[in-house]
């Protein structure tokens, strides 16, 4: 039993000693993981090219606007705005339509 009792305490302590240098090597890692990743963050930052200015409406573009949407609705019109949407759906519906057509085997 004495024998039993004194292995039993080993083993715990080896398992205790085991449990501490996991969560030594652990806390390691996830410092390493951290540090690794903080300038991969911050160059992704840096080079990513500034939003372009979005140029405004020029009155030659405006004119033609407006000769569009009278010719199509048949009486003249006054523009009172102008803005751009950012819409994908365009783009969206062009990758559908090339990608149908792609014959699969």
Same mark, same amino acid.
């Given at each position: 039993?004495? !024998?039993?009792?004194?292995?039993?305490?080993?083993?715990?302590?080896?398992? !205790?000693?085991?449990?501490?240098?996991?969560?030594?090597?652990?806390?390691?890692?996830?410092?390493?993981?951290?540090?690794?990743?903080?300038?991969?963050?911050?160059?992704?930052?840096?080079?990513?090219?500034?939003?372009?200015?979005?140029?405004?409406?020029?009155?030659?573009?405006?004119?033609?606007?407006?000769?569009?949407?009278?010719?199509?609705?048949?009486?003249?019109?006054?523009?009172?705005?102008?803005?751009?949407?950012?819409?994908?759906?365009?783009?969206?519906?062009?990758?559908?339509?090339?990608?149908?057509?792609?014959?699969?085997?």
């Amino acid at each position: 039993m004495k !024998t039993l009792a004194e292995m039993l305490e080993r083993v715990q302590a080896q398992m !205790t000693a085991l449990a501490q240098r996991v969560e030594q090597l652990e806390a390691a890692a996830q410092k390493a993981h951290v540090e690794e990743e903080a300038p991969a963050v911050t160059a992704a930052k840096e080079a990513r090219p500034p939003e372009p200015a979005k140029p405004p409406v020029t009155e030659e573009e405006l004119i033609a606007i407006s000769a569009a949407l009278a010719a199509y609705m048949g009486v003249r019109v006054r523009i009172r705005q102008i803005r751009l949407l950012g819409s994908q759906s365009w783009a969206q519906q062009g990758r559908v339509w090339i990608q149908a057509s792609h014959q699969l085997h």
